[in-house]
């Protein structure tokens, strides 16, 4: 390589910035709060924080938009480093936009107003089409003119993501962004953000207990349990070897089963089996008589008692109940999730 071309590399290539949480513990009061939290986010990608209520999530988010100072750590995007009030006279920096639980909004103005609060008046084509843009993004065309105290709440979230997203942002932070919103229009509005998000490359934090906020569109979550992380990775990771029961719970219902009552193996310890990963069989070890049949629309799950406590799994059809059935866990299942 000519040496020119060299140095045209190394110095005219831009890093893309990445979010960077070293270390960070956080007490509003005496009792800790969040306590050694680490991870990074790329540039574009989306991190889903999951936790019970009360494990964190908010006040994570509100750590990352400089809201309070922190005990221990420090929060980088690329060089820049996020300091609370103690070193910065204004909450937020400007490349970042979050949407609370609780989200602000002018009541008294429409919708398009409130979407175009922080757009300059100095383009106003361009403000315009902005806000048309972001309207269809969260499917509020019809309510353009209305003015925002005439919304429901699932309409005034929309809202609020719409102004959050009319900046364009580099890092969105969303508190529990779909909560409000029915489930007609929650699937589609879902899609047309993290669409809007990755066209964008905008790095979104989203705090969530709803898994289908997570599993196709969040590249990695972090799972917190009072305050401290419990796992970390990708969904497919978590999903497919879930290490605690309350990393399972987020995805679906599950079963644990002791290795001993599944396998030849001289071993402890429990193996998680989501309902759909057992199959009914003429014969095999592990039988059960059906307690109940619960609908599910494509399926039915079925309870059966075995060993003294329920197990679960679906089926094609309704089974009566009292009928003893034999059922055997899909054996890759087994081999993967074995620990
Ligand atoms: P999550 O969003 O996961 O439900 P939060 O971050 O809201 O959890 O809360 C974590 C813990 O911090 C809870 O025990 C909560 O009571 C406490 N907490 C939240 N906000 C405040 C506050 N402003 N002052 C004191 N404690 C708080
Ligand atoms: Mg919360």
């Avoid at 429901?152 to 364009?168: N, T």
């Avoid at 396998?263 to 429990?270: A, E, L, R």
């Amino acid at each position: 390589m000519h040496y020119k071309q060299f140095f045209y590399l190394t110095f005219t290539f831009q890093i893309d910035p990445m979010l960077q949480v070293k270390n960070i513990s956080f007490s509003y009061h005496q009792d800790p709060v969040l306590q050694q939290i680490n991870f990074t986010v790329e540039k574009g990608g989306t991190l889903a924080i999951v936790g019970e209520s009360g494990s964190g999530k908010s006040t994570l988010l509100k750590l990352l938009y400089g809201e309070f100072d922190l005990n221990k750590g420090q929060i980088f995007w690329g060089e820049d480093e996020i300091l609370g009030p103690k070193f910065n006279l204004i909450t937020g920096p400007e490349y970042m936009k979050y949407v609370a639980q609780e989200f602000d909004l002018m009541p008294f103005t429409s919708v398009s107003q409130n979407i175009g609060e922080y757009l300059s008046n100095f383009y106003l084509k361009k403000k315009k089409e902005r806000i048309e843009e972001l309207i269809e993004v969260v499917e509020l065309t019809p309510f353009a003119k209305t003015k925002v105290k005439y919304l429901s709440g699932g309409q005034k979230q929309r809202v609020a993501l719409a102004r959050a997203l009319a900046k364009e942002p580099e890092i969105l932070l969303l508190d529990e962004p779909f909560s409000h919103i029915d489930n007609l229009k929650r699937q589609s509005l879902r899609r047309n953000i993290f669409k809007h998000l990755k066209e964008q490359n905008i790095t979104c934090i989203v705090a969530t207990h709803d898994k289908d906020d997570i599993v196709s569109f969040a590249d990695q979550m972090l799972v917190l349990n009072e305050g401290e992380t419990l796992a970390y990775g990708t969904p497919k990771e978590l999903y497919n070897k879930p290490k605690y029961s309350l990393v399972a719970s987020f995805f679906d219902e599950f079963n644990e089963f002791k290795i001993s009552e599944v396998s030849d193996i001289n071993k402890f310890g429990i193996v998680m089996v989501y309902p759909h990963e057992i199959k009914l069989v003429n014969n095999s070890n592990l039988s059960g008589v059906v307690k109940k049949s619960y609908f599910r629309g494509n399926c039915y799950l079925v309870e059966v008692t075995f060993n003294e406590r329920s197990v679960f799994f679906n089926h094609s059809s309704e089974i009566a109940i009292g009928k003893k059935i034999h059922f055997e866990i899909i054996e890759s299942v087994l081999k993967t999730r074995m620990p």
